[in-house]
């Protein structure tokens, strides 16, 4: 199983790169996001897809990326063409956003989705999330450190706090206590 793949980019495509790794040229399909960010050095995370009569490579700069795109494969119905056009669409920040707050609107906008389609997507992906907190933030952990010191489970103040956009650790307490008060 290959994991990822680190090389050169020998040519980039339309929906995939070439990536010349110790002599050998891998053609790796991408999302937009992830080809935006593809330079003259590469190195991609890989989800392999294996059929009677085919193999193909998904790379991702972003393991939330693949994260996203693994899980969204495992739903019926939903193959790796209509996955990627959700990579494309959506970053995973975004996406786990329209996971949590079921907007319907928002995935109906992805080529290849129906209402049919997007609402399986809620459904089954209802616990859906991808870890919000960036490297060298610490607004976040900051934030979680002080309200489990003010007895709150780390659990329910994870819960509260995902996905939410704040500027300083003062903002990020007051936000969650007023949420943990009415739990």
């Known amino acids: ?3 990822g ?24 399909i991408v999302s937009l996001n992830s080809f935006s960010q593809i ?14 009569d085919s193999y193909y490579l998904y790379g991702f700069c972003d393991e939330n990326e693949q994260k996203m795109f693994d899980t969204l494969i495992k739903i ?14 959506f970053t995973p920040q975004t996406f786990s956003s329209i ?9 109906k906008q992805v080529p290849g989705i129906g209402p049919k389609s997007a609402s399986r997507i809620l459904v089954e ?4 999330s991808i870890g919000e907190i960036e490297e060298g933030d610490t607004i976040l952990p ?12 780390k659990d329910a103040i994870t819960k509260v706090l995902k996905g939410v956009k704040v500027t300083s650790t003062e903002e990020a307490i007051k936000l969650a206590l007023k949420k943990l008060a009415s739990f």
Not at 46 to 51: G, L, N
């Open 125 to 128: 992906l209802n616990d859906f």
């Open 76 to 89: 019926n119905g939903v193959g790796a063409k209509v996955a990627m056009a959700i990579c494309s669409t």
């Open 5 to 28: 793949i680190r090389g050169k980019v020998f040519q980039k495509r339309v929906n995939s790169v070439l990536v010349e790794a110790n002599g050998v040229i891998y053609e790796v």
């Open 39 to 52: 330079k003259d050095e590469v190195f991609l995370y890989i989800s392999e897809i294996v059929r009677e």
């Open 142 to 153: 900051e934030a979680i450190t002080a309200l489990e010191g003010l007895g709150f489970k």
């Open 99 to 107: 996971i949590q707050t079921k907007n319907l609107s928002a995935l």
């Open 1 to 3: 199983m290959i994991a």
